[in-house]
């Protein structure tokens, strides 16, 4: 299939298309694919009618749901759903024990003298505890995999409810119960899609249900969270902390309070890095252009209606 790439030519995903039998040519005007890799305001407009199938190399496409882009009648879409699962789990489970192990607290004391307030604190996995990864799709999978050494139970929940490999239970993210999770699982690791349902998904009444010795990752999309009501939260003692590689407002002001909280963690969305994702958005792309001209659906592809 003939393929172009805007606004910016990977050579690296190029060379990886090419190896497997696409064409890579320059004029839009011939190109059936699309390899597309910025917000939606670079895209051609309108997208040119040749153009039957784009690739995306990020998972999130809220941008391109929002303004409108993702209709019935254009052309079918392709995300990097997936393709992260190694870096942004590893990533997770790296905030997770940062805070459970109080790193911030060390380093920014940057003396020995903190010693006694990380030993009153600190929260080990292996003591009988329970993570819940809220979207486990491939990131929970394999984050699923990653917890299974630290011998802790694990809560998946995902859209149907269907059962998770690795997950001791699973449970539907509209079901009743929910409740239940949010009161009694330790830790909580983020990784939903943004979508209407689960915007601000744990507000100042799902932060009520958690222990108070609880910790909430979050390395899906900033808005999963109320931010006002997660700093009442931080500030208070409702829970005891939060470990955060997306944000809202994002990125985050310099001089928001958040970060001013010795039991909040803030990375600058480097769950997964620009490098990996020129390293690795070429094999995607070979495997939804080759679906693509099969005439299958692609393992990536983007549901429209559903904005994911």
């Known amino acids: 299939m003939k393929f172009t790439m805007l606004p910016t030519v990977w050579d690296e995903t190029v060379a990886e298309l090419e190896a497997a039998g696409h064409e890579f040519v320059e004029d839009l005007a011939q190109a059936r694919g699309l390899v597309f890799n910025a917000g939606p305001e670079k895209l051609p407009d309108p997208v040119p009618e040749n153009i039957e199938v784009i690739q995306l190399p990020f998972a999130g496409v809220e941008p391109f749901n929002d303004a409108g882009l993702l209709a019935a009648d254009g052309p079918r879409w392709a995300n990097g759903a997936g393709l992260y699962a190694d870096t942004v789990a590893e990533s997770a489970l790296s905030l997770l024990l940062a805070q459970l192990h109080l790193l911030k607290t060390a380093v920014t004391s940057a003396s020995f003298d903190s010693a006694d307030t990380i030993d009153a604190h600190k929260q080990w996995l292996f003591e009988d505890k329970t993570v819940a990864v809220i979207g486990a799709g491939g990131i929970g999978v394999r984050l699923l995999e990653l917890l299974a050494p630290h011998r802790v139970s694990t809560i998946a929940v995902n859209r149907s409810g269907r059962p998770v490999t690795g997950a001791d239970r699973t449970v539907a993210i509209d079901d009743a119960a929910m409740d239940e999770v949010w009161a009694t699982a330790d830790y909580f690791v983020l990784i939903m899609p943004l979508t209407d349902q689960t915007r601000h998904m744990v507000d100042a009444e799902v932060l009520g249900k958690m222990k108070s010795t609880a910790v909430v990752v979050n390395v899906g999309r900033g808005p999963l969270i109320h931010t006002d009501d997660l700093l009442a939260a931080l500030r208070d003692g409702t829970i005891a902390g939060a470990a955060l590689d997306v944000t809202d407002p994002e990125p985050l002001p310099d001089d928001h309070p958040l970060w001013g909280l010795d039991n909040c963690l803030i990375t600058p969305h480097v769950a997964n890095t620009p490098s990996m994702v020129r390293a ?29």
């Not at 690795?280 to 983007?302: I, W, Y």
């Open 280 to 308: 690795l958005t070429g094999q995607q792309a070979v495997r939804n252009f080759d679906a693509f001209e099969a005439g299958e659906t692609m393992p990536a592809e983007v549901d429209g209606k559903a904005g994911y």
